[in-house]
């Protein structure tokens, strides 16, 4: 017997709209992932893949930026386009986590990257006690050495490899079911690249 898909893509677009013309960066995009399953998306630069991926989470401009059309079902039916915020927040991170693709853009220059990866931990794992050791595994998971110290290390402390492997620490620090991932690998040389796929 299949099992249902965990994600569901049905018949996505997603348009952005200036004052004087608007532009459809993806067109009709279906397709379904079930558990467990890869799926990689290919395409030439400026093809939409990154549109569709920031898409599939509600990442993109609100509205009338952007605007999401389509069905983006996860496996227990709630639309990630069409569902409430507080939904919406309970699916980030608990259900489905987003690597983006350029780290230093997308880790917040104010706080150490252990708060970043902690706030996650105790947003979507209240469960686990020792967060802080936690945090510790989860970057010498990745590869970064001396986890507890650079823990209190800010982004701009931190190679763009090292940022990386922050940004892919803090996407798997609360199990997702799902890990999109827009070019996670682009920063790390090919040893690492390989250990982290």
Known sequence: MKSSPLLDVRNLRVEFSSASKSV?????????IAPAETVAVVGESGSGKTTAALALTRLTPPP????????VLWQDGTNLLTCSDADLRKARGGKLAYIFQEPST??????SIGFQISEALRLH???I????????RLLGLVGIRDPELRSRDYPHQLSGGMQQRAMIAMALACQP???VADEPT??????IQAQIL
């Open 177 to 179: 079911k799902l890990l």
């Open 186 to 191: 682009t920063a790390l040389d090919v040893t």
């Open 125 to 127: 794992q209240p469960a």
């Open 106 to 111: 997308s880790l917040n220059p104010v706080f």
């Open 24 to 32: 459809v960066a993806v067109e009709d995009l279906s397709f379904s």
């Open 129 to 136: 006690s020792n967060v802080d050791a936690e945090v510790a």
């Open 64 to 71: 009338p930026a952007c605007r999401l059309s389509g069905q």
